[in-house]
């Protein structure tokens, strides 16, 4: 085993697997003399006792990883931070392969940051295994149009084995969720009861959440009180199904599965982009083999090789750039699917039960709580690969209408805290016909391309891990010569990440304990604590310290600690911001705002006003230079306006304005802060 994976390995595969508190033993941990020095954070010991014990393990420096994927042969290298690519990463890892991984900006930093939140088996796929149109306006339509695909409910059944997976995975951080399907007509509540409790079946005794159930309509407007009680025809509402699925924060999910791959030996870069495949052996000929990567390091502009055995591309709507580095005559596979997500104040849904219904137009609209807000989406149009995609007007605009079409109280563009739009990464069969959209899959595909490149394709936020554990399978597969490294088979259908407790040491896995102790031992706000153990788990009581420990993060009085927020309208805290950039590899300030924070997916223009002391604490953190500073601030502002200003920019003003956009607002979320 090479020596830098002894430098902060966990312990291997069976560490992860099922041997608990034995794999917790073996976990590599810094002294608390160490790191009080290195951390600058206070000994542990005073939390010790009959609460928790606070967790040790820090991860790797970056310029340690980098110095190992400079000097070492990797058996896997991945291309592409995101769900799929750090699952990838940890899947590789814990099979006992030396694994790298590289990613061009910051992890989650594409489609992997802009889901609709959801850890699910896929209602709507559901409904389409027995209906030809959705939705059915009548009982006529549903006889009419009745029909079974078993290649739906295939899917199905798949996605809702992968949605246990993920709930159990980081139970600090995920959570069932309750959604009411609203029902206005008298067959829509047999025929909604019997696909609720069809997909509680399907699911299986691994279920992860409660069962659906219906609820009659003055339950319903008791739950849900904004809800309209009639439809556009003039029918009554009847009642409601409630159906569950999993919540996630998604970019933070993200993070914690690429701390565990690190934690298992990868070696991982963010804001490292390939700017060509290493390759031996003549294209086209049976020698022809992809053997690493050319990087460099945008923070530094380092060139650098990466030399691997096997290269698995997980790069989304990228993926056919880098398949093209190994193969330039293969044919394009990826299909960007541009959909938005609109953010409204907490009071457009109540705290734990959300809202989902078929569109006009036979799509899925959710209305959901996260993270103190309430997010709306998504749409599914056409559109082009972009790194920096935006939400269109006309989008927005059907979002809102929409949402007005369901709600008592109308929103408008006043209402919209951020917009944002991300691109799917749908996949056409390779073999296929590139002007028959009907080949589409509605699964992940597993490529090759000449050189035995390999790309993992499609799928969604739920799938990641089996998509990841296909992806090494077909590594493992094409490069024969990785099995006399492997240790074991794939064990990330029972493993859980970061901050879960695995073994039992911090709180039992009783995560409540972590957010009585946050509140009790530290004094934090309800809302903080809550925040913090939902989005670190184990983890936040490190970053409590660190906040308590350091003077410029609290406010004192004569018997009392005051923790200093970000945003007086939101729990998170500035200790997160230098957290983020001491154990999470922040390098940049769209980094901490939009995948640390998620400030900026909350409020975007809230996250303007903040941005300046978020800029001071990593200026501090990284010893930025008052250009440098300019530099970051420039860059995240032109990021922010993608977070709430539509396609055009800031000469849509005026279209904002009439729908209800305050004036100032749009002026200070311009990127120029011109009109």
Known sequence: MSAFRLGWKLGGAAALGAAGAAAYASMPTVEAAALKKRYSIIDEADLDGDQVAVPKWTPPSRKEMKEAMKSVEFDVLVIGGGATGTGCAMDASTRGL?????????FASGTSSRSTKLIHGGIRYLAQAFQSKIPPNTLFDVIWHLQYNHEYMKIVSADLAERAYMIESAPFMTHPIPMMVPLFKWWEVPMMYFTGKLYDIIAGKRRAVPPSHFIPRDEALFQFPSMKTQDADGNSLKGCLVIYDGQQNDTRMNLCIALTAIQAGTAVQNHTEVLNLLTRGTPGSPDYKVCGAKVRDVLTDEVYDVRAKQVINACGVFSDK????????????????????????????????????????????????????TIAGTTDTKGEITFEPRPTLAEIDFIISEVNRMMRDPVDYSTVRAAWSGIRPLVRDPKADPNDTKKLSRDHVVDVVDGKLVTIAGGKWTTYRKMAEDAVDK????TPELKAAVQSGCITSTMQLVGADRGGEICSQNFDRVTVTLREEFGLDKDTAQHLRGNYGTRALQLALLARSDPQFTTQTKDKVFYKRLHPKYPQLEAEVAFACRFE??????????????????????????????????????????AKVAEEEKAARKFLETMYLPEGGATMAGELIKRGASKKIVKQMSATNKL
Do not use: Q
């Open 98 to 106: 030396k694994t790298a991984l590289v990613e061009r900006e910051d």
């Open 322 to 373: 880098v398949r093209k580095m190994a193969d330039p005559a293969c044919k394009e596979i990826m299909v960007p699917a541009p959909g938005t997500h609109l953010i409204f104040p907490d009071y457009c849904s109540p705290d734990e039960m959300g809202m989902v219904w078929f569109t006009k137009d036979g799509r899925i609209l959710y209305l959901l709580p996260w993270e103190g807000s």
């Open 475 to 478: 590594a493992i597969e094409v």
């Open 585 to 626: 590899y922040a390098e940049t300030l769209t980094d901490v705002i939009a995948r640390r924070t998620r400030m900026s997916f909350l409020d975007a223009n809230a996250t303007n006003e903040v941005l300046p002391r978020i800029s001071e604490i990593m200026a501090k953190e990284k010893g930025w230079s008052a």
